[in-house]
Protein backbone atom coordinates (compact mmCIF):
# COMPACT_ATOMS: atom_id res chain seq x y z
CA UNK A 1 0.00 0.00 0.00
CA UNK A 2 1.26 3.26 -1.21
CA UNK A 3 2.51 5.33 1.52
CA UNK A 4 2.02 9.84 1.59
CA UNK A 5 5.60 11.47 1.53
CA UNK A 6 4.47 13.22 4.87
CA UNK A 7 3.55 9.58 6.60
CA UNK A 8 6.93 7.92 5.58
CA UNK A 9 8.41 11.08 6.88
CA UNK A 10 7.06 11.06 10.48
CA UNK A 11 7.79 6.75 10.83
CA UNK A 12 11.17 7.61 9.45
CA UNK A 13 12.36 10.53 11.54
CA UNK A 14 9.94 11.23 14.16
CA UNK A 15 11.78 9.12 17.17
CA UNK A 16 14.99 9.01 16.11
CA UNK A 17 17.72 10.72 14.14
CA UNK A 18 19.83 7.12 13.33
CA UNK A 19 17.98 7.20 9.76
CA UNK A 20 19.23 10.41 8.88
CA UNK A 21 22.49 9.88 9.91
CA UNK A 22 23.38 6.72 8.52
CA UNK A 23 22.24 8.50 5.04
CA UNK A 24 24.53 11.32 5.68
CA UNK A 25 27.55 8.87 6.22
CA UNK A 26 27.02 7.00 3.18
CA UNK A 27 27.83 10.69 1.62
CA UNK A 28 31.16 10.58 3.34
CA UNK A 29 33.08 8.37 -0.08
CA UNK A 30 31.97 11.95 -2.19
CA UNK A 31 34.23 11.92 -5.22
CA UNK A 32 34.26 15.70 -4.87
CA UNK A 33 37.19 17.18 -2.20
CA UNK A 34 34.77 19.97 -1.37
CA UNK A 35 31.73 18.22 1.27
CA UNK A 36 28.07 18.81 0.78
CA UNK A 37 28.38 21.30 3.34
CA UNK A 38 31.04 22.70 2.96
CA UNK A 39 29.90 23.81 -1.11
CA UNK A 40 26.69 25.46 0.15
CA UNK A 41 28.87 27.51 3.21
CA UNK A 42 30.00 29.28 -0.31
CA UNK A 43 26.74 29.91 -1.58
CA UNK A 44 24.27 30.13 0.58
CA UNK A 45 22.69 33.70 1.06
CA UNK A 46 23.15 33.90 4.82
CA UNK A 47 22.48 37.08 6.59
CA UNK A 48 20.73 38.47 9.57
CA UNK A 49 17.55 36.83 10.82
CA UNK A 50 17.99 33.09 9.11
CA UNK A 51 15.42 30.18 9.48
CA UNK A 52 16.22 26.45 8.53
CA UNK A 53 13.22 24.94 7.73
CA UNK A 54 13.37 21.16 8.39
CA UNK A 55 17.00 21.47 9.86
CA UNK A 56 17.36 17.42 10.75
CA UNK A 57 20.29 16.77 12.75
CA UNK A 58 20.79 20.33 12.46
CA UNK A 59 25.15 19.23 11.06
CA UNK A 60 25.19 22.02 8.10
CA UNK A 61 25.81 24.42 11.37
CA UNK A 62 28.95 22.58 11.90
CA UNK A 63 30.10 23.48 8.74
CA UNK A 64 28.59 26.82 9.01
CA UNK A 65 29.75 29.17 11.68
CA UNK A 66 26.75 31.36 12.36
CA UNK A 67 27.95 32.63 15.71
CA UNK A 68 31.09 33.74 14.03
CA UNK A 69 29.17 35.40 11.55
CA UNK A 70 26.53 37.09 13.72
CA UNK A 71 23.65 35.39 12.24
CA UNK A 72 20.44 34.84 14.68
CA UNK A 73 19.83 31.81 13.68
CA UNK A 74 16.29 29.96 14.56
CA UNK A 75 15.59 26.23 13.60
CA UNK A 76 12.40 23.83 13.26
CA UNK A 77 11.46 20.60 12.72
CA UNK A 78 8.30 18.60 12.60
CA UNK A 79 10.50 15.72 14.59
CA UNK A 80 10.84 15.73 18.65
CA UNK A 81 13.79 13.83 18.11
CA UNK A 82 15.53 16.20 15.57
CA UNK A 83 14.65 18.91 17.45
CA UNK A 84 15.92 17.35 20.84
CA UNK A 85 19.74 17.11 18.63
CA UNK A 86 19.16 20.75 17.51
CA UNK A 87 19.31 22.31 20.52
CA UNK A 88 22.59 21.47 20.47
CA UNK A 89 23.58 23.79 17.83
CA UNK A 90 25.10 26.76 20.07
CA UNK A 91 23.15 29.79 19.63
CA UNK A 92 20.16 28.91 18.07
CA UNK A 93 16.48 29.13 18.59
CA UNK A 94 14.74 26.07 18.07
CA UNK A 95 11.03 25.26 17.19
CA UNK A 96 9.14 21.94 16.36
CA UNK A 97 6.20 22.86 13.84
CA UNK A 98 5.24 21.88 10.49
CA UNK A 99 6.92 23.25 7.50
CA UNK A 100 3.45 24.26 6.09
CA UNK A 101 2.24 26.66 9.14
CA UNK A 102 5.40 27.88 10.56
CA UNK A 103 4.92 29.81 14.11
CA UNK A 104 7.06 32.57 13.06
CA UNK A 105 5.27 36.63 12.51
CA UNK A 106 5.42 37.75 8.18
CA UNK A 107 8.58 39.42 7.04
CA UNK A 108 10.32 38.25 10.36
CA UNK A 109 13.40 36.48 8.38
CA UNK A 110 16.31 37.71 5.87
CA UNK A 111 17.04 34.10 4.82
CA UNK A 112 14.94 30.96 4.62
CA UNK A 113 16.74 27.48 4.30
CA UNK A 114 15.01 24.26 3.03
CA UNK A 115 18.32 21.61 2.73
CA UNK A 116 16.65 18.67 1.52
CA UNK A 117 13.32 18.68 2.88
CA UNK A 118 10.71 19.32 0.56
CA UNK A 119 10.35 16.30 -1.53
CA UNK A 120 9.36 14.54 2.16
CA UNK A 121 5.73 17.08 2.27
CA UNK A 122 2.47 16.07 0.74
CA UNK A 123 1.79 19.79 -0.12
CA UNK A 124 5.18 21.39 -1.31
CA UNK A 125 3.11 25.03 -2.59
CA UNK A 126 2.04 25.15 1.11
CA UNK A 127 5.34 25.54 2.44
CA UNK A 128 6.91 27.54 -0.05
CA UNK A 129 4.01 29.97 0.57
CA UNK A 130 5.07 30.03 3.98
CA UNK A 131 8.41 30.52 3.13
CA UNK A 132 7.51 33.57 1.47
CA UNK A 133 5.04 34.88 3.96
CA UNK A 134 8.16 34.84 6.77
CA UNK A 135 10.50 36.50 4.41
CA UNK A 136 11.55 40.26 4.04
CA UNK A 137 10.66 41.50 1.24
CA UNK A 138 14.55 41.43 -0.71
CA UNK A 139 14.80 37.97 1.94
CA UNK A 140 16.56 35.51 0.05
CA UNK A 141 15.48 31.69 0.00
CA UNK A 142 17.55 28.77 -0.69
CA UNK A 143 16.18 25.11 -1.46
CA UNK A 144 18.49 22.03 -2.18
CA UNK A 145 17.15 18.85 -3.47
CA UNK A 146 17.74 15.93 -5.54
CA UNK A 147 17.07 14.91 -9.44
CA UNK A 148 14.74 12.09 -10.20
CA UNK A 149 17.74 10.35 -10.76
CA UNK A 150 19.78 10.45 -7.90
CA UNK A 151 21.19 7.59 -6.53
CA UNK A 152 19.88 5.83 -9.11
CA UNK A 153 22.24 3.20 -8.56
CA UNK A 154 21.34 2.49 -4.72
CA UNK A 155 17.43 2.90 -5.87
CA UNK A 156 17.99 -0.49 -8.35
CA UNK A 157 18.86 -2.47 -5.27
CA UNK A 158 15.72 -2.68 -3.13
CA UNK A 159 13.62 -4.11 -6.59
CA UNK A 160 16.75 -6.39 -7.15
CA UNK A 161 16.22 -8.22 -3.60
CA UNK A 162 12.54 -8.24 -3.45
CA UNK A 163 12.26 -4.86 -1.39
CA UNK A 164 10.69 -2.51 -4.15
CA UNK A 165 9.80 0.01 -1.50
CA UNK A 166 13.52 0.71 -0.36
CA UNK A 167 13.74 3.34 -3.15
CA UNK A 168 13.74 7.23 -2.45
CA UNK A 169 11.66 8.43 -5.06
CA UNK A 170 8.91 5.96 -4.03
CA UNK A 171 8.24 7.55 -0.82
CA UNK A 172 8.75 11.63 -2.21
CA UNK A 173 6.57 14.27 -4.36
CA UNK A 174 7.31 15.54 -6.94
CA UNK A 175 9.73 18.47 -6.20
CA UNK A 176 12.71 17.78 -8.19
CA UNK A 177 15.53 19.16 -9.22
CA UNK A 178 13.81 19.02 -12.73
CA UNK A 179 10.69 20.60 -11.64
CA UNK A 180 12.04 22.90 -8.20
CA UNK A 181 12.68 26.10 -10.41
CA UNK A 182 8.98 25.98 -11.79
CA UNK A 183 7.97 25.87 -8.51
CA UNK A 184 9.69 28.33 -6.74
CA UNK A 185 9.73 30.77 -10.06
CA UNK A 186 5.46 30.78 -8.94
CA UNK A 187 6.32 32.26 -5.63
CA UNK A 188 9.33 33.94 -6.00
CA UNK A 189 11.76 35.90 -8.30
CA UNK A 190 15.39 35.54 -9.86
CA UNK A 191 15.33 31.89 -9.21
CA UNK A 192 18.62 30.49 -9.79
CA UNK A 193 20.02 26.96 -10.19
CA UNK A 194 23.62 25.39 -9.42
CA UNK A 195 24.69 22.05 -9.43
CA UNK A 196 26.78 20.29 -6.96
CA UNK A 197 28.93 18.22 -9.26
CA UNK A 198 29.42 14.89 -7.12
CA UNK A 199 29.30 11.26 -7.18
CA UNK A 200 29.77 8.41 -4.74
CA UNK A 201 32.59 5.31 -4.64
CA UNK A 202 31.81 3.55 -1.99
CA UNK A 203 34.80 0.61 -1.30
CA UNK A 204 32.56 -1.33 0.82
CA UNK A 205 29.54 -3.25 1.17
CA UNK A 206 28.72 -2.39 4.58
CA UNK A 207 28.26 1.46 4.27
CA UNK A 208 25.98 0.33 1.77
CA UNK A 209 23.73 -2.05 3.92
CA UNK A 210 23.29 0.53 6.22
CA UNK A 211 21.98 2.90 4.01
CA UNK A 212 19.61 0.17 3.03
CA UNK A 213 19.06 -0.74 6.48
CA UNK A 214 17.91 3.29 6.88
CA UNK A 215 15.11 2.79 4.43
CA UNK A 216 13.90 -0.41 5.57
CA UNK A 217 10.70 -0.31 7.72
CA UNK A 218 10.53 -3.68 8.55
CA UNK A 219 13.98 -5.23 8.60
CA UNK A 220 16.02 -6.62 6.07
CA UNK A 221 15.67 -10.98 6.29
CA UNK A 222 18.74 -12.83 6.10
CA UNK A 223 18.13 -13.96 2.21
CA UNK A 224 18.05 -9.84 1.85
CA UNK A 225 20.57 -8.66 3.14
CA UNK A 226 23.17 -11.95 1.82
CA UNK A 227 21.41 -10.70 -1.26
CA UNK A 228 22.20 -7.37 -1.28
CA UNK A 229 25.99 -8.38 -0.03
CA UNK A 230 26.22 -10.31 -3.08
CA UNK A 231 25.26 -7.74 -5.34
CA UNK A 232 27.35 -4.90 -3.96
CA UNK A 233 30.36 -6.78 -3.54
CA UNK A 234 30.13 -8.47 -7.10
CA UNK A 235 30.31 -4.45 -8.46
CA UNK A 236 32.78 -3.43 -5.98
CA UNK A 237 35.11 -6.35 -7.22
CA UNK A 238 34.62 -5.54 -10.88
CA UNK A 239 34.93 -2.12 -10.46
CA UNK A 240 36.98 -1.21 -7.34
CA UNK A 241 34.29 0.52 -5.59
CA UNK A 242 30.00 0.95 -6.09
CA UNK A 243 29.80 3.77 -7.82
CA UNK A 244 26.86 5.80 -7.66
CA UNK A 245 25.82 8.67 -9.43
CA UNK A 246 24.57 11.89 -7.48
CA UNK A 247 22.26 14.95 -8.87
CA UNK A 248 22.13 17.28 -6.16
CA UNK A 249 21.19 21.53 -6.72
CA UNK A 250 20.37 24.20 -4.75
CA UNK A 251 17.50 26.73 -5.78
CA UNK A 252 17.87 29.94 -4.73
CA UNK A 253 15.65 32.93 -4.96
CA UNK A 254 14.27 36.46 -3.63
CA UNK A 255 10.84 37.51 -2.34
Same mark, same amino acid.
Given at each position: %?? *????? +???? =?????????????????????? /????????????????? &????????? &?????????????????????? %??? /???????? =??? /?????DLPFADAAFDTVVANHMLYHLDDPTAALREFRRVLRPGGRVAVAVNGSDHLDELNAIGPAIGRPELT? +??? =???????????? %????? *???????????????????????? *???????? *???????????? /?????????????? +??? &??????
Amino acid at each position: %MK *TTPSA +HAIS =QYATTTGNLTARIALHAYGTNP /QSWFAWLDGRLPLGGDV &LEVGAGTGK &LWTHVDHVGRGLNLTLTDFSPA %MCE /QLRTVPGA =QVR /QCDATDLPFADAAFDTVVANHMLYHLDDPTAALREFRRVLRPGGRVAVAVNGSDHLDELNAIGPAIGRPELTL +HAT =QNDFTAQTGPAY %MARHF *TGVTVERYHCDLDVPAVEPILAYL *TSLAGEPL *TPEERSTARDLV /QSRIDAEGAYRVRK +HTV &LITASR
